[in-house]
Each structure stands twice: as structure tokens, then as C-alpha cells.
């Protein structure tokens, strides 16, 4: 049995806290908002994920120091524009070599640093691993059979995060590629945004498939810029994560897309949602790497222009569309 600290209470962090208590491990759960606490201590259940019961056994605590002492794993799970606040909260409580590991997705808009580099920065003494994949916290709380992947920087480090959450539903693959994984997921919100846009506008399965397609190619082309492994944008969190949140109406992305599609603005796709949509948080993010990296990045660009440039969104496709031709595999050589 391992000691857990849940940092963040939202549907992430509850879906996981269920699965860590079915394994047998002792969860802390702490939250910055009280009234979030409140509810949890007196029903056991967030009103985000109807269903999924809280055994009595788990702690909520609105004290940061009672969750993160003594443990001997950190989960942060709090919304990834929340991340570096709730790290530097952190730098004062977490002991030398804590293991914490995000599961948030995204990539801070001025720094252009990932969540993992973001919480190494404010939160130096500890080891900071991420967990990322195809799964939505409403399947995860419901024991839906999920698959997932942990990166970390050495292999104890990542195995010993692999056999905490490791279960019959829940299975869990390691990897050293942890700039690759925590691209690869923050990315796919963007292209899971033009998905939804092209629900919104009326397309069908051909332009969803195409949007996948050259989606994680982008993705792809970026990461390796940046020094990610190209196996891992083909892996759980580079296909695999894009394909969920593009095709699930639990993808907060996908559902803000669409509002986007219909003639929401952004502010209103993001207020109708009513959570974070973390792909709008990373958009920005992305057209500053691509420019930094030199490379190209025609979706995510035209996502820019819709979110922030007031681009109408079927102009954004039409553009798309009439890009100059191009050769799908650029190092396959004619016969």
C-alpha cells in the first residue's frame, strides 16, 4: 500500500483517486476550494462524475501541508493553467526526491515550457514524472477498461508509478520519452478543438479522419523538432490520446469545438463547456514552438486565427483545403 497525495479534486483527480483506493492505496484528496471539499466530505462523490462513490477511508483536506507530507507519491491533477501556482505551493511542503507526477495536459503560453518543466522549476527537490493517454475520467471512474503511459526520467521511478495505478481496467505502459508524451497530449487539444469545429460546421467522417491524419502529423513533425521520440507520437499518448478526444463527446476540446463550429466565440464555447478547455490555454503555445523550431504547422495555425483572429471558421477550412499540393511522405524517394 502505497501513501498518495491527490493534488486537485476536480473529475480527474476524483476518477483516479477511485481507481487508487480499489488498489488498496491510502489517498489524500486536496482541493484550494472549500466548498469543493465540503461537498466531497459529506457526499463522497463530485458532482462532475455522478456515480463514482468515494470510499469512507479517503481524506479531503483544503490543507496543502496534510496532503503533500509524508507520501509517498504526489498526483497533481489540477487544470494545467493552475499548474505552476499549485507547484510553487508545493516547493515548501514536498520532501528531496518526492515523486510527483502531472496528469494535466498542456503547455504554458509564455514560457512555452510543458507542465513536467513547469513543476521542475518551481518544485526543484522532486522527481517529476507524467501519466498521460486516451482517458477520459468519466470511463477511468467507471472502471472502463483504459490504457495509459508514464514517463519518467529513470526506470524505478517509472516502475514504481506503473504498479500503484496498475489494475485490471487500468493498464499502464512506461516510457523515458517524457517531452514526447507531454507534447503529444498537450497538442492533440488543439486538433481535438479543429475536430469539433468541423462537427460544428456539419462535416462528416472523412474530414474528422483527415483532421487525425495530418493532426498528428503536425503533432509529430514539432515533437521530434523538439527532441521527442517519433514512436512515441504513434503510442498511447500521441494517436491514441488524439483519436479520444476527437471522436468522444466527453472531450472538453471536441464539445468546445463544436459550439465554435455553430458561431460561438471562444469566450462562449469555453463558458458553455463549463471547465477548462485546456487546448485553448496550449494553441497559442503551439504557434510560438513551431516558430521557435521552424516548423509548419497549417491546422493548429488556422485554430490560431479562428480562437483569437476572429476567423470565421469555415474560411479556416476552405484555407486549409487550398493550401498549396504537397507530397503526403516527404523522404519516400519515386521508382
Known amino acids: 500500500m502505497a501513501k498518495i ?66 507520501k509517498d507519491l504526489l498526483v497533481l491533477a489540477v487544470a ?10 508545493l516547493q515548501g511542503v514536498a520532501a528531496d526526491g518526492q515523486i510527483i507526477v502531472n496528469v494535466a495536459k498542456g503547455i504554458e503560453e509564455n514560457t512555452l515550457l510543458t507542465l513536467s518543466q513547469i513543476i ?21 471512474g467507471k472502471g472502463i477498461p483504459t490504457t495509459i503511459v508514464v514517463g519518467a526520467k529513470t526506470k524505478k521511478t517509472a516502475e514504481f508509478i506503473q504498479g500503484v495505478f496498475m489494475s485490471p481496467v487500468f493498464r499502464v505502459y512506461t516510457s523515458p520519452d517524457v517531452l514526447g508524451i507531454e507534447l503529444g497530449a498537450a497538442l492533440k487539444n488543439v486538433v481535438a478543438l479543429a475536430a469539433g469545429i468541423a462537427d460544428g460546421l456539419g462535416y462528416g467522417d472523412n474530414t474528422k479522419a483527415a483532421l ?14 523538439m527532441g521527442g521520440r517519433f514512436e512515441t507520437f504513434c503510442g498511447l499518448s500521441g494517436i491514441g490520446d488524439l483519436i479520444v478526444t476527437c471522436a468522444s463527446m466527453h472531450s472538453r476540446n471536441r464539445r468546445a469545438g463544436i459550439l465554435i463550429g455553430k458561431g460561438y466565440t471562444m469566450e462562449a464555447a469555453m463558458a458553455e463547456v463549463k471547465m477548462v478547455v485546456e487546448g485553448v490555454y496550449s ?53
Request: aromatic letters at 4%; charged letters at 25%.
Open 120 to 140: 521542475e522549476e518551481e518544485v526543484p527537490q522532486a522527481d517529476v514524472a507524467v501519466l498521460s493517454g486516451p482517458s477520459h475520467a468519466e470511463e477511468v
Open 5 to 70: 497525495g491527490m493534488i486537485g479534486a476536480g473529475s480527474w483527480g476524483t476518477a483516479l483517486c477511485w481507481l487508487l483506493t480499489n488498489n488498496g492505496h491510502e489517498v489524500t484528496v486536496w482541493s484550494a476550494l472549500a466548498d469543493e471539499i465540503a461537498m466531497l466530505k459529506r457526499d463522497h462523490e463530485h458532482k462532475s462524475m455522478p456515480g463514482v462513490i468515494l470510499p469512507d477511508s479517503v481524506i479531503f483536506t483544503t490543507d496543502l501541508q496534510e496532503a503533500a507530507q509524508n
Open 212 to 225: 487525425i491524419t495530418r493532426g498528428i502529423t503536425e503533432i509529430a513533425r514539432l515533437g521530434t523538432a
Open 283 to 335: 494553441a497559442k503555445a503551439a504557434m510560438g514552438l513551431a516558430e521557435k523550431y521552424g516548423v509548419q504547422l497549417p491546422i493548429i495555425e488556422q485554430v490560431n486565427e479562428v480562437l483569437f483572429g476572429g476567423k470565421p471558421a469555415a474560411d479556416a477550412v476552405k484555407d486549409l483545403m487550398l493550401r498549396d499540393k504537397k507530397i503526403e511522405i516527404s523522404d519516400v524517394e519515386w521508382s
Open 80 to 89: 494545467s493553467p493552475y499548474t505552476r501556482s499549485t507547484a510553487h505551493k
